[in-house]
């Protein structure tokens, strides 16, 4: 495991006390940027971050829809990425133009958003989700909107995770998926359970629907961390980003966390380093906006994703 080196540790501290900033980071960062930053968490803990802070500017050491839904939020912070390169492909795999056709498609249906997109697509949506709270979103949406149908993008897998959570409810997916957690195989968890007979596997709902079927439970990775800290079990099989064993292993110290091969990298969440991350509170560079009128059509299906679960 890295060491964080305590030179860049206290210089990060500083230039982020100078600045007036805090810095928040996703349970898939690297080590040593886990363990620098003021708060880390899924994806729904950090937009509630995004949302409480009173500092003026956010550090956001994630990925680039994480930083801009932090904008969309928080409109008169400044958003800082220490790496704006970083992209999630599966936010790629769905844009505005498309959304927009699909709609037109399908008039009337309501819009669940995946919170891994485009602020456009956002703007086009009723409501977005994150891996910890999209099954209740879709409940309280069809509950209280009378709907037993909607259109779900950018990721089939979580969108099947819905639709199998909530019987009755016809979840459309669109053809998008995470690479990173739709590689994994059934065959991969199954050969995982063998050597560990007495492991529980803990899967994240971006994973196929086969591989889901094998797992113990289903979890957004700070539900992760929480599920592997109460469980009675002493061993576990993750099936996630490897960025979160480094969280888990703090999480539940003393149990054993399997990362189930080692080629669960998101190689987006691993450019950010350190460095960059001292780098950017020094220079303020990597400023993350999103143009008002797209953040201002875009709050709403954000604030209720926050709202909800
Ligand atoms: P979480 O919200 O569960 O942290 O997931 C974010 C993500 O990008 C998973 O690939
Ligand atoms: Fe996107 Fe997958 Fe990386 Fe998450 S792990 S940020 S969904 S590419």
Redesign the pocket.
Same mark, same amino acid.
């Given at each position: 495991m890295p060491q964080l080196d305590p030179h860049i540790a206290e210089e990060i501290r500083q230039l982020a006390h100078e600045r007036d900033a805090v810095i928040i980071a996703?349970n898939?960062q690297r080590a040593e940027v886990q363990d620098i930053a003021d708060f880390t968490g899924d994806s729904l803990g950090l937009a509630r971050q995004a949302a409480a802070t009173d500092a003026s500017v956010i550090v956001f050491a #994630?990925?680039h829809?994480m930083a801009e839904t932090a904008k969309i939020i928080s409109p008169t912070k400044t958003v800082l990425m220490p790496e704006p390169r970083a #992209?999630?492909? !599966?936010?790629d795999m769905m844009d505005a133009n498309d959304l927009a056709a699909w709609k037109a498609d399908n008039p009337g249906v309501p819009v669940v958003t995946y919170v =891994?997109s485009t602020a456009a697509v956002k703007a086009l949506t009723d409501v977005c989700v994150t891996s910890a709270n999209a099954v209740e979103v879709v409940r309280h949406l069809t509950e209280t909107t009378g709907a037993r149908r909607v259109l779900f993008g950018p990721?089939r897998n979580l969108a099947n995770w819905v639709a199998r959570s909530l019987p009755g409810i016809e979840v459309v997916p669109w053809d998008g998926c995470? &690479? $990173?957690?739709d590689n994994v195989t059934a065959e991969q968890v199954t050969e995982a359970r063998e050597r560990h007979p007495n492991a529980e596997v803990i899967a994240h709902p %971006?994973c196929r629907p086969e591989v889901v079927n094998l797992a113990h439970a289903v979890l957004s990775t700070s539900q992760m961390l929480r599920y592997a800290a109460d469980s009675d079990a002493d061993e576990f099989i993750v099936v $996630? %980003?490897e960025g979160l064993i480094h969280a888990l292993s703090k999480a539940a110290p003393g149990k054993r966390f399997v990362n189930l091969t080692p080629s669960m990298i998101? &190689? =987006? !969440?691993k450019v950010t380093t350190i460095e960059k991350v001292r780098d950017c509170l020094r220079d303020m560079t990597g400023e993350i906006d999103v143009p008002a009128d797209t953040r201002e059509a875009a709050l709403g299906s954000v604030e209720r994703m926050v709202a909800i679960g």
């Open positions: 996703h898939y #994630g990925v829809f #992209g999630c492909p !599966m936010a =891994n990721d995470c &690479p $990173t957690h %971006e $996630t %980003e998101c &190689p =987006n !969440m």
